[in-house]
C-alpha cells in the first residue's frame, strides 16, 4: 500500500488552509477551517471537508463561496505541488465539531442536574 494518497491530502489540506486564509476575498466565506481531506485512491479526486464556525445559513454561504472558487483553488493546487493530474475538489461541511460541543455541552448540563440533584439529597437527610 502506497502512503502517497496520504501525503497529498495533507498538502491538500495546508495549500487549501493558506488559501482560504491569505487569498479568497470572498465575503460569504466565514470562519472555515479544514477538518481533513479525503484524496482517491488513484489521486484524482479530492473531498475537503470544512468546519464552519456559525448559523447554518453561514455555513451554506461558505460552502457556496468555496465551490464558486473551485476552480482557482484547483488552479493554484497544481501550481504549488506538483503532480501529472490536479485532482477535482469538492467541498464538503463538517459538522462534527459542532456535534462535540453540543455533546459537551448536554454532558456538562446533565452533571450539573446530577450534583444539583446530589446536594438536596444530602440536605434533606435527618441524622437519627
Known amino acids: ?5 496520504e501525503r497529498l491530502a495533507e498538502a491538500i489540506k495546508k495549500e487549501v488552509s493558506d488559501m482560504i486564509r491569505d487569498e479568497l476575498k470572498d465575503p460569504r466565506i ?3 477551517t ?10 484524482r479526486y479530492a473531498k475537503i471537508f ?16 468555496l ?4 476552480g482557482f483553488v484547483r488552479t493554484e493546487l497544481g501550481r504549488r505541488i506538483r503532480l501529472r493530474y ?13 456535534r462535540g460541543t453540543r455533546v459537551i455541552k448536554l454532558l456538562d448540563e446533565v452533571s450539573d442536574d446530577k450534583t444539583e440533584g446530589h446536594d438536596d439529597s444530602q440536605t434533606s437527610r435527618r441524622v437519627p
Open 1 to 5: 500500500m502506497s502512503h502517497r494518497p
Open 30 to 32: 466565514g470562519f472555515a
Open 34 to 43: 479544514i477538518t481533513s481531506v479525503d484524496v482517491s485512491g488513484d489521486m
Open 50 to 65: 470544512i468546519s464552519v464556525l456559525g448559523e447554518p445559513e453561514a455555513q451554506q454561504k461558505t460552502i457556496a463561496a
Open 67 to 70: 465551490e464558486s472558487a473551485k
Open 86 to 98: 490536479t485532482p477535482e475538489l469538492s467541498f464538503k461541511l463538517d459538522a462534527s465539531i459542532q
